[in-house]
């Protein structure tokens, strides 16, 4: 059941995690176009005052309010019309499970005197998984009809008629997801039951998830994939790699986008832009070799990191291993980490990373950034800033400190974002 469960609420959770990058409205920037006559070192105070400048109006540009709406959303749905104990949620199940059987064919099996082993291949593609379902109040059960897409509608808490959707278009590639292991426990003749499944994901050209509420989109998320390069084969990471653009909008003003080219033994490069109305928030661009083994799978190693907060911050330098570093910071703000493991794990991530701040554009380097803690027994850790001259300050706002990690860590879902800055009440 956990499993279907899963697969149920992907579409929902989808919006929350591909969908809440960074984004932003119109602001009076602490900026300056870059003019290398006035440039200088800025004092340890006007340092940290442009730095909490910054962090205020990035944190005062967020949609805040529409991501909460949309989280709002997500979560009554996935209480209400998922709950597993519903005959609503039987629906769902029952129609996944018809569909998974589609999806699974039985290669072979293998029998030893301990063990039996049954070899399954799965392929999850979207156009397997379609139809139209409609909550019906009344009799509480989800109604279901054809379509070449999957959509749900529904009500949210304050009963406005809401609907999800996916579709996708353009050619499609399959591509290796996972290898699932499972011991089953024994059987009556005394051996175990193994399920080894080779599980395959089919990656649309394009794939669109959108979310609106009485007729107005709240949200919409635009991955495209380039296979141009690919042949006809099935999309391997270890020797095709990804070329993907994803496009985020909330509302209509604000955007989100990513190029992401990643290639085993290439120089692999991500280009993010945030984006109100056309004004630059937020751009970052990282390079760096990838390499690509199994079961490790894709790593990203020594990245070059350049990133500028409206063109009034600049934060430039070097990441040596790159997914060591975000394998650092997920220990870090693991609830479960011991106090001496995440200080161990602090002490990691600024062995990796070797970052510069620079202010306006100038070239005249004005401090450096380390990650400190005054709490190791808290799940959070706070960029420090040292200037030229030895001093050291802290930023300003724990929810701006997670917004430039988790750009730093290529990681742009920011939901967390939410709890820092509602408890700060900034």
């Known amino acids: 059941m956990k499993e279907s469960r899963f697969v149920l609420t992907i579409l929902l959770v989808l919006c929350i995690v591909m969908g809440l990058s960074l984004t932003g409205c119109s602001h009076d920037h602490d900026a300056s176009p870059a003019d290398s006559t006035n440039e200088r070192l800025l004092t340890y105070e006007e340092q940290m005052a442009k730095i909490q400048r910054l ?8 949609p805040m309010s529409r991501i909460q709406e949309i989280h709002d959303i997500i979560r009554y749905a996935d209480s209400v019309y998922l709950d597993a104990t519903s005959i609503a949620y039987g629906d769902l199940d029952e129609w996944y499970r018809t569909r998974l059987r589609i999806v699974t064919s039985e290669l072979s099996t293998s029998a030893t005197e301990d063990t039996i082993t049954y070899f399954y291949e799965r392929v999850f593609d979207a156009d397997n998984f379609t139809g139209i379902f409609t909550y019906d109040k009344a009799a509480k059960r989800w109604t279901h009809v054809s379509a070449p897409y999957i959509q749900f509608n529904f009500e949210d808490a304050e009963g406005k008629a809401c609907t999800l959707e996916l579709r996708t278009s353009g ?13 089953h426990g024994r059987d009556d003749s005394g051996r175990d039951n193994v399920t080894n499944t080779v599980n395959y994901v089919t990656v649309p050209a394009q794939c669109t998830v959108s979310l609106t509420r009485g007729g107005e989109q709240l949200m919409a998320v635009t991955i495209t994939n380039i296979f141009d390069s690919y042949g006809t084969s099935d999309t ?5 790699g990804l070329d993907q653009t994803k496009v985020v909008t909330i509302g209509s003003d604000f955007r989100a986008t990513r190029h992401t080219y990643v290639k085993a033994g290439e120089v692999s490069t991500l280009d993010y832009t945030l984006e109100d109305d056309d004004k630059t928030i937020v751009h970052l661009t ?7 083994a199994q079961p490790q799978g894709l790593r990203l190693g020594y990245t070059n990191v350049e990133l500028d907060l409206y063109s ?32 161990a794990a602090i002490s990691q991530l600024n062995s990796l990373a070797k970052i510069d701040v620079y202010y306006n554009g100038w070239s005249l380097r004005q401090a450096s950034l380390d990650f400190r803690t005054d709490a190791p027994d808290r799940a959070f850790v706070s960029p420090a800033y040292t200037t030229t001259d030895g001093k050291v300050f802290l930023s300003y706002s724990k929810s701006a400190d997670y917004l430039l990690i988790s750009l730093l860590c290529n990681d742009y879902s920011l939901w967390d974002t939410l709890r820092y800055k509602y408890a700060e009440k900034y």
């Open 236 to 240: 391997d990471l270890a020797s095709n």
């Open 55 to 62: 962090q205020e109006e990035i944190l005062d540009d967020l």
């Open 286 to 292: 990282t390079s760096g070799l990838a390499t690509f």
């Open 171 to 183: 050619n499609k590639r399959r591509m290796l997801y996972n290898q699932a292991v499972i011991n």
């Open 312 to 343: 009034g911050a600049q934060y430039r330098g070097t990441i040596s291993d790159l997914s060591d570093f975000i394998a650092q910071m997920v220990t870090i703000y693991d609830e479960k980490t011991s106090a001496n493991d995440r200080k």
